[in-house]
């Protein structure tokens, strides 16, 4: 005669009732998980396409780009916009039309102030690279709901196994 343990109905259904309580976390973690497989798909995928404009556009974008520590990346050389007067570089036909010329230089920004990388896309970003961290956005919010899930499809468990090792 085989042993098999045979519980009182009320706890049989307790026990039906953990069982799945701890499978609907299991499936919920397994949702969860997909989305962020997906959001991280989707993320690269944006990522390498905003790089590739801007690589167009002549930006450099790198990880080392995204902003995460101070000084993490040095530009050399920048573009700055120099307004002069108009009496200085233009003819007289000109002067009437506008009262100020701007040029545009290459100057050195080895010794600058200013090398932290967040200040260069945060100033005006292209939609693109809005969107692309928007994305990466996404992808913090679903690891956060994993880890979420995570830790509840790890306390049905607990509790299942719990009120099985009392009824054994």
Known sequence: MSETASFPPHREERLDSLFD???EAVAELERCRARLHGSLQAAHFLYSDVQ???????LILGLEAVPTKAGALRPQLGLVCLATAAEETATKKEEEQSQEYYEFAVVSMADGGENDSAHWFASAPSVGL???QQRFREVVNACV????????AMEAAEAY???????A
């Open 145 to 152: 709901q994993v880890v979420q899930a995570q830790k509840r």
């Open 52 to 58: 590739r404009e801007m690589d167009r556009a002549g």
């Open 21 to 23: 309580t701890a499978m």
């Open 130 to 132: 809005r969107e692309c």
């Open 161 to 167: 196994r719990a009120v099985v090792a009392q009824t």
